[in-house]
């Protein structure tokens, strides 16, 4: 219990959606990933990729349609896009 | 005013699992893990949820009710289950998959330590305790007796070793261009291990198949992750009919590795990796093509034409992937040795073809011009790699690169430019190790 009240102090940025919704949009798609993609999978394989928009849209719409991701608002989906277009984009 | 966000302490946690109709096995997965110390230091999911602050109840109902257990709770399990691969470059811990070095691949047959990982789902309990008490092999749909077989049973029916090649479909994908996505494997997805186990089709003959049967469908009892649904494949009856299609329960001699799917897996040569469904405990046979998300859109499927790289042709011209095609592999020297000038020095690696013979395999160290035939040693059985090895000197100092190209008994060699098709499978370009003679 005690790590996990640490832990809403070292996670400031997840104290809550008011806070939250300050952030830069990047930011907040950094957020969103973060929190999202990392409840299934580990994080190392979208960081492995280098894909697209479209492709990276395609990998979206697959985790919400095919493996379950249903409880991803379509503005999480518009931010962890954008975040992940920008930084995990082709070389 | 600014809400103080409801800090999640472990009972809250627990009694939102419980509510979603949690088992008792993932609450139990859930206490053990909540009572370990050093737990910051395994942060990330947990972490995450845990800061999600005020919205952390809604999101954890909503996985909870889809069945999720967040598996980041399994995160520190995964781990330990690598600790059996150490020399294992790992894409993805949660999953699990990794691959080795082509040099880390030189045995005829593969050790089990050496054995890639493709995981779909998390690698089940019974697996990392090896615990068979409970397993069962179950057989229904088109045939005549349906059957459910323990280990026991299984291993008291007439059994065949073979060298066999498993070799995951995306094996290669990391040589695209441009980039496809999913796990960017290099070239180490392959193993031929020596298997032991019942030729399914022993099994289906003691159900009966129906004239009606024309698919297997597999199923395997590793936990998805998140919400996804259950990893099923299947292949036509005659691969399933084919003597080399094995239900094994041993690999090398010894029970499977955990994660290679302990205690029985399907072992399908010569096809792509996920007909060989692991933790295999249920086979479906089926009166149409099977139809799982795995099978169907762009799952393990490839267009049946050729497509301009980076486009994506519509499902309906897309086609399932089978078999294995002409492919080779340089395990001696390693990338980027250093070599003397004028030492000879020996050129060895592995070559096979899906369900076809390798008939040579061709030398070049001056970036294709020049070919010459290294020496082929023919496989034990059927569906085992071919073993090929040569000698070379190089005359000056500089860089060079060593290519290996495999025909097979249909005249098909490997191609110089990886062919693209949009998820990255069959991935067979040419194998090209460099090396530096002199310097």
New interface residues.
């Given amino acids: 219990m005690r790590t996990l009240c640490l832990l809403l102090i070292l996670f400031p940025a997840f104290a809550g959606a008011e806070e939250a919704a300050q952030n830069s949009p990047l930011a907040e798609g950094k957020q969103r990933f973060e929190t999202h993609c990392g409840i299934c999978h580990s994080l190392a394989l979208p960081k492995s990729q280098r894909l697209d928009r479209a492709t990276w849209k395609w990998v979206i719409d697959d985790m919400v349609n095919e493996f379950g991701a249903v409880w991803l608002t379509a503005e999480d989906q518009r931010l962890i896009l954008e975040y992940v277009v920008k930084h995990y984009g082709p070389e | 005013m600014?809400?103080e966000?409801r800090?999640?302490?472990?009972?809250r946690l627990r009694g939102i699992l419980e509510d979603n109709g949690g088992s008792p096995e993932d609450l139990e997965r859930f206490n053990e893990y909540m009572s370990r110390r050093g737990?910051?230091r395994r942060?990330?999911?947990i972490?995450?949820?845990?800061?999600?602050?005020?919205?952390a109840e809604v999101?954890l109902q909503?996985?909870f009710g889809?069945g999720?257990i967040?598996?980041?709770w399994a995160?520190e399990a995964e781990t330990k289950a690598i600790a059996s691969k150490p020399d294992m470059i790992?894409?993805?811990?949660?999953?699990v998959?990794g691959e080795f070095s082509p040099h880390l691949l030189d045995d005829n047959i593969t050790p089990s330590p050496r054995h890639f990982v493709r995981n779909n789902g998390l690698t089940p309990q019974r697996a990392k305790n090896k615990d068979p008490q409970g397993w069962e092999l179950a057989i229904d749909g088109e045939i005549n007796t349906p059957l459910k077989l323990t280990l026991d049973d299984l291993k008291k029916m007439p059994a065949i070793t073979k060298s066999l090649l498993i070799e995951c479909g995306g094996n290669g994908r990391g040589n695209f261009v441009?980039?496809?996505?999913g796990?960017?494997w290099d070239r180490g997805a392959v193993a031929c291990s020596e298997w032991t186990g019942v030729p399914l089709k022993e099994i289906l003959n003691r159900a009966g198949l129906k004239s009606s049967a024309i698919y297997t469908a597999h199923y395997g009892e590793d936990p998805p992750?998140?919400?996804?649904?259950p990893f099923s494949r299947g292949i036509p009856i005659d691969k399933a009919m084919e003597e080399h299609t094995l239900v094994a329960y041993k690999m090398n001699g010894k029970d499977l590795e955990a994660l290679n799917g302990y205690p029985v897996r399907l072992v399908v040569p010569g096809w792509i990796g996920s007909c060989s469904q692991k933790w295999l405990n249920r086979i479906w046979i089926r009166d149409q093509v099977h139809d799982s998300?795995k099978m169907t859109?762009y799952s393990y499927r490839v267009p049946a034409y050729p497509v301009v790289p980076?486009s994506?042709p519509p499902k309906t011209d897309m086609v399932i992937a089978t078999s294995w095609v002409i492919k080779s592999l340089i395990t001696r020297p390693a990338a980027n040795t250093r070599i003397d000038i004028g030492k000879t020095f020996k050129v060895r690696g592995h070559a096979w073809a899906g369900e076809n013979q390798v008939d040579s395999v061709y030398i070049s160290t001056d970036y294709g011009l020049n070919w010459t035939k290294a020496v082929l040693t023919q496989p034990r059985n059927q569906y085992a790699w071919y073993t090929f090895e040569t000698e070379l000197a190089f005359k000056g100092k500089g860089y060079y690169e060593i290519w290996a190209r495999a025909v097979d008994n249909q005249g098909v060699t490997q191609p110089a430019r990886q062919p693209w098709n949009p998820k990255g499978y069959l991935g067979n370009v040419i194998h090209r190790v460099p090396v530096l003679v002199g310097v």
Wanted: no cysteine.
């Fill in positions: 600014k809400k966000p800090k999640l302490d472990r009972d737990f910051l942060t990330g999911v972490a995450a949820l845990a800061g999600m602050g005020a919205g999101t909503r996985l889809q999720l967040p598996v980041g995160a790992i894409h993805n811990d949660r999953p998959n441009p980039k496809v996505r796990n960017p992750i998140g919400a996804a649904p998300n859109g980076g994506r």
